[in-house]
């Protein structure tokens, strides 16, 4: 992973695709996510969870942009396989602290994901077979120089190979899981001065149990089917006005979409129902730069984003609901300044003024002031009509960083950054899941405020690089789940949640080397995630008001990466990682049948710890012509640990009085996981 400047003091994660082929994986598929866990100041609340955390941010605090468009649904496979192919990516721009003005909207972190254009001149393409997927990616020049495609495709057969390991002698049926994912892009030169550019992805996943028998009871089994994932447009036009001056206009959709169907005795009630949630957003955006010296440049802006939401719904086949809909129109500018000071300062001012407006249609709620907000406590409902104010918020966010170049071995920097984010992802769940749904903010529920402060050196010792960071963060406006909030009365969102403050702090220390056949990447975070709920009713209060940890609080993480070439042909990498156990909220004791737990978050799990290995082994380049070869082989959980994932209570008689709980560990992975691929190039 590069570590670059931007020219001017802005610090990016540069992260290309052939960097994400030597991170050992599962199913030996190259991995967005767990390229970005390996970094300092990233983690996840563990195996196979959707999502991640950046410097104690919540898992929706990140923008994800792919071609400027927005991703919801980051991963298929519950977190195992990343959504977007790695061969249609160009290269990924990570961020963490000296954002740049023209990014907001989200409160922590920016991962910006470009796509290949796709090659103007010759056709080349590339394959590949895992044990559970087979991908295929083409450049096709249509018109040389002036027009050419880039097509991406991953489909699964994992409804195949799943029944080979079930039990024979168990009753039930193995789901149908599975996943898809295409990336489209079209690059057309129009003239030396304009170019016109068009991307599209669509991804979707789906769990299916029907038509299914228990062998056992010989009874039919309840219907359930899963279905969610993301489609994303983007047509941009550069034009060039002169060799200093250039823009980008930009029109965007994004769409997510989840579905669920049950019947049975696993669904709300008898009959068939029907559960979903959707977003859809329009965006439009212009971007203007100006170069006016080689040490001096202006960055200048405008956009806005139509959003609707439709929350958590659920219809039954007897009775159709009409899903309550948050509409929200966000505004944004941004100016920002670069500049050279002299030979060893690097200077970035800038300030964005972004807005909300929450309007109608829509429902408003208003609560008994006596009392805590629940479904109870409604004591009038307002209809709000089309484009009539719900709500309506403005922020500025200024950005500000240096960098001094003390001499060629040591530079310090130092950034500030104001992020707002008018979006919320309602999930009380670990990780992102399906059933999660998004809302924006309105007169209950605030935009999320976050101020970061870090300060920071990097330095050279023969072939080492050293960088290390000190951050704090602190945020306003946060929401978490109350005790005991049913996610099923999502369409008031404010009586589930409680306004909470954060803060956020910690130290990252990395080292890298690069020789002609050695990569080595060390790093180490220290790192605090405090939350404290600011509720004025002491019953709403998570453990009485005090600071508690949030559940991705993991204060120590140490990552090693390690890449040696045996050969042109042959290359051997490893990836160690060793964090501290997440927060969990255990039971104490038992009344009868009712469970009592202890405070939120008031234990930890198990330290966590992993040794990945795999060997990149590519063909003879003077046998293969057109055609190169190349597998792929990874073995995850080299000494077989166990790491405990969660907790759960087995009982024997759920009906009894006198039932004997017992307290079980949950593992993702419990023993060696061997995998993987065979790759094509041509």
């Not at 190259?30 to 100041?41: E, F, H, V, Y």
């Not at 003005?101 to 989200?106: E, H, I, S, T, V």
């Not at 979903?276 to 957003?281: A, K, M, Q």
């Not at 002609?516 to 002491?538: E, G, P, Q, V």
């Amino acid at each position: 992973m590069k570590v670059s400047w931007g020219g001017v003091s802005e610090i990016s994660h540069t992260i290309t695709a052939e960097q994400m082929t030597r991170v050992p994986v599962i199913f030996a598929e190259p991995d967005i996510q767990q390229m970005l866990l390996s970094t300092a100041g990233v983690n996840s609340v563990g195996d196979g969870t959707t999502g991640f955390n950046v410097r104690g941010g919540k898992v929706d605090q990140n923008l994800i942009l792919v071609d400027e468009a927005p991703l919801y649904n980051t991963a298929h496979l519950f977190g195992f396989i990343s959504v977007v192919n790695t061969d249609a990516i160009k290269k990924i721009d990570f961020y963490k602290s000296g954002i740049p003005a023209k990014y907001g909207g989200r409160a922590s972190s920016i991962v910006e994901i470009r796509l290949k254009e796709g090659n103007q001149r010759n056709f080349e393409g590339t394959a590949a077979i895992n044990p559970i997927l087979t991908k295929l990616s083409l450049q096709v020049p249509l018109i040389k120089d002036k027009l050419n495609i880039m097509f991406s495709g991953r489909i699964s057969f994992l409804d195949f190979v799943l029944p080979l390991f079930a039990p024979d002698d168990e009753g039930g049926q193995i789901p149908n899981v599975g996943f898809f994912d295409t990336t489209f892009k079209m690059n057309y030169r129009m003239s030396e001065k304009n170019k016109l550019f068009f991307s599209y992805y669509n991804g979707k996943d789906n769990i299916d149990v029907s038509d299914a028998i228990d062998e056992q009871s010989n009874s039919e089994l309840p219907e359930v089917k899963f279905k969610w994932g993301d489609a994303l447009a983007t047509l941009r036009w550069n034009h060039v006005f002169s060799d200093r001056i250039f823009s980008n206009l930009s029109l965007i959709k994004s769409e997510y979409q989840f579905n669920f169907k049950s019947s049975g005795p696993i669904s709300l009630t008898n009959s068939r129902d029907e559960i979903s949630s959707s977003f859809e957003g329009w965006e439009g955006k212009y971007d203007l730069s100006f170069f006016l010296t080689p040490k001096w440049s202006y960055y200048t802006g405008f956009g806005s984003k139509l959003n609707t939401y439709t929350r958590l719904n659920r219809n039954e086949a007897s009775r159709k609901v009409i899903p309550p809909k948050d509409h929200g129109l966000e505004y944004y500018a941004y100016l920002e300044t670069k500049a050279k000071l002299g030979e060893k300062t690097d200077l970035r001012l800038g300030l964005r003024f972004s807005g909300l407006w929450n309007h109608g249609p829509n429902f408003s709620y208003t609560y008994d002031p006596n009392f805590p907000k629940s479904d109870k406590t409604v004591i009038k409902v307002e209809s709000i009509a089309t484009n009539k104010t719900v709500a309506h918020y403005q922020n500025l966010e200024p950005r500000f960083s240096i960098r001094y170049r003390w001499n060629e071995k040591y530079a310090f920097n130092f950034t500030y950054d104001r992020m707002v984010q008018y979006s919320h992802l309602l999930t009380n769940t670990q990780g992102i899941a399906p059933l999660d749904t998004w809302t924006i903010s309105n007169k209950d529920i605030p935009p999320t405020l976050s101020d970061q402060w870090n300060l920071g050196g990097s330095y050279r010792i023969n072939q080492w690089n050293f960088t290390t960071d000190f951050y704090f963060k602190n945020q306003k406006n946060n929401v978490v789940f109350r005790e005991n909030a049913n996610i099923f009365l999502i369409d008031k969102a404010e009586a589930l949640l409680v306004p909470a403050s954060s803060t956020q702090y910690g130290m990252e220390i990395s080292a890298t080397r690069k020789t002609n056949r050695l990569n080595a990447h060390f790093n180490y975070t220290w790192s605090r995630s405090l939350l404290k709920t600011n509720s004025k009713w002491n019953e709403n209060q998570i453990n009485k008001g005090e600071y508690y940890p949030a559940h991705y609080d993991r204060p120590h993480k140490l990552n090693v990466l390690l890449g040696y070439d045996i050969s042109p042909r042959i290359q051997l990498n490893s990836k160690f990682i060793f964090q501290s156990g997440r927060p969990i909220t255990l039971p104490t004791g038992r009344i009868n049948n009712l469970i009592l737990y202890a405070k939120r978050n008031g234990f930890r799990l198990p330290d966590y710890h992993r040794l990945d290995l795999s060997m990149v082994i590519n063909g003879n380049p003077k046998k293969t012509k057109k055609i190169r070869g190349q597998w792929v082989i990874s073995i995850l959980n080299v000494y077989a640990r166990k790491n405990p994932f969660s907790y759960f209570l087995n009982s024997e008689n759920s009906h009894s009085e006198n039932n004997r709980y017992q307290l079980k560990q949950l593992s993702v992975f419990g023993t060696v996981v061997p995998t993987f691929s065979y790759n094509v190039k041509f």
